[in-house]
């Protein structure tokens, strides 16, 4: 079964209250890395392997997930401080997703969470809950888990990922509540919040209709006819222009940047002139600092 036909029967059985077995769903690389932190290094030796236990093998969701369909996604957690078992740094979260019919490999997330920190005990485990927040450290976890899953449905059916978008708010209330850092609304335009309203906001949702179009109606066509998906692409890209125009601050305008801009770059590298001028003249004002790389879109394999 490939990938897609496995997505589309998730987003069924998902939505029919299927009867399937669950199955773990990511294949999650995890790296911590505490360079910047002097002293013993047992204790994140010790992390590394209990949030990579976390990601893969705990069970997220009810959809069936065969062992070479699991979603490929890495955190890059860079520990910056540590004292009296806090940490404090930042994750790096990506998600891949395949794209139908080829060997390409599109990044869905790229985010950087700069503003994180938690307490962890060496061999303290950590401990799986849908309903409650058992510590910072797995409700942070347990966020960009959902978010990777919300995400990838999402880029293969038209608002697939409602349930762990669901998920998701109820992360975020919980954290809320807790007074823990990172979580709160209005706080901080990048924080766990500001990503979540990205996607859920009235004014930035649109951004999961970005998604499905740009992936699901413009990569997985490319394979079929490069013109038609590249197209679809195009067009998509009018809602972050949209989103730019409504919600300037929003972090979904940089968390498209960073998964996406060099990719564009490839798209539209044997696109005609016409439709590289459109790209390029609809993100210039959004990324201005992104000169160099717009200007390659402008001008294409000529470039090369």
């Known amino acids: 079964m490939t990938s897609l036909f496995r997505h589309i029967l998730i987003v069924f059985s998902v939505v ?32 590394q392997q209990a949030v990579s236990d976390y990601m893969n093998t705990n069970v997220f969701t009810n959809a069936q997930f065969a062992a070479n369909e699991k979603i490929e996604c890495r955190l890059y957690i860079t520990v910056k401080e540590y004292a009296d078992d806090k940490m404090t740094g930042d994750i790096q979260v990506q998600s891949l997703r395949p794209v ?15 503003k994180v920190d938690f307490t962890y005990r060496e061999n303290e485990p950590l401990v799986f809950s849908v309903n409650n927040m058992e ?11 959902y978010l990777i899953l919300a995400v990838d449905f999402d880029s293969f059916s038209p608002r697939g990922g ?25 706080e901080d335009n990048k924080n766990r919040s500001a990503v979540l309203g990205s ?19 413009g990569l997985d066509q490319m394979a079929l006819s490069v013109d038609k998906g590249r197209a679809a692409i195009t067009e998509s890209l009018g809602i972050i222009e949209k989103i730019y125009n409504t919600s300037p ?31 390029s003249k609809m993100l210039e004002p959004i990324y201005p600092t992104e000169h160099e790389r717009i200007e390659k879109i402008r001008k294409g394999a000529e470039t090369r």
Not at 101 to 113: E, M, V
Not at 163 to 186: T, Y
């Open 16 to 47: 029919s209250c299927s009867l399937l077995a669950a199955a773990q769903e990511l294949n999650c690389q995890v790296t911590v890395n505490a360079e910047q932190v002097s002293g013993n290094k047992q204790v994140f030796e010790t992390l």
């Open 100 to 114: 139908y019919n080829s060997t390409y490999t599109t990044t869905l997330i790229n985010f950087k969470d700069t």
């Open 135 to 145: 510590s910072q450290l797995t409700a942070i976890l347990n966020f960009y888990a």
């Open 162 to 186: 409602d349930p762990w978008f669901e998920r998701l708010a109820l992360i975020v209330q919980m954290a809320q509540s807790s007074g823990e850092s990172g979580w709160k609304a209005f």
């Open 199 to 217: 996607y859920t906001d009235p004014q930035t949702t649109e951004l999961r209709d970005l998604t499905y179009n740009y992936h699901r109606r």
């Open 249 to 279: 601050m929003s972090v979904a305008i940089s968390m498209f940047k960073d998964a996406k801009l060099d990719e564009l770059v490839n798209i539209y590298s044997k696109a005609p002139a016409d439709e590289r001028g459109k790209v």
